[in-house]
């Protein structure tokens, strides 16, 4: 009785398991910023993105607003640039740019 008891806990924990673990691979990996802008930098360059500073000019350009915050952020689809832009408006928004290609991709998720 105890031997059947202490199989079937050890069974429903192997499911509880493998069940958490498959909830862990879907969700796929975490999107990760940089918070130093040096380690940003060598990023940059070794993956061929685009600068900031490129951006920028594109911005002014394009009279598409004021760069006023920006962050590079890993996300499983590649490198993104999280903008806050100050618009011509003077409203504020918050965009994603492909660093690689420097196109906008979608609006942020509000919460960062």
Partial sequence: MKTTLMAWLAG????VLAAAAAVSAEAGP??????DWSAAASVVDEEKLVTVE???RQFQRQK??????TE?????????????V???NGR???TLYDARRGIEIGVAETGR
């Fill in 12 to 15: 429903a924990l192997v499911l």
């Fill in 30 to 35: 975490a999107t990760s910023c940089f918070s």
């Fill in 54 to 56: 490129h951006l920028s």
């Fill in 64 to 69: 598409l607003g004021e760069i006023v915050k």
């Fill in 72 to 84: 590079l952020c890993r996300e499983p689809s590649g490198y993104v640039y999280r903008l806050v």
């Fill in 86 to 88: 100050r618009t011509p």
């Fill in 92 to 94: 504020f928004k918050t």
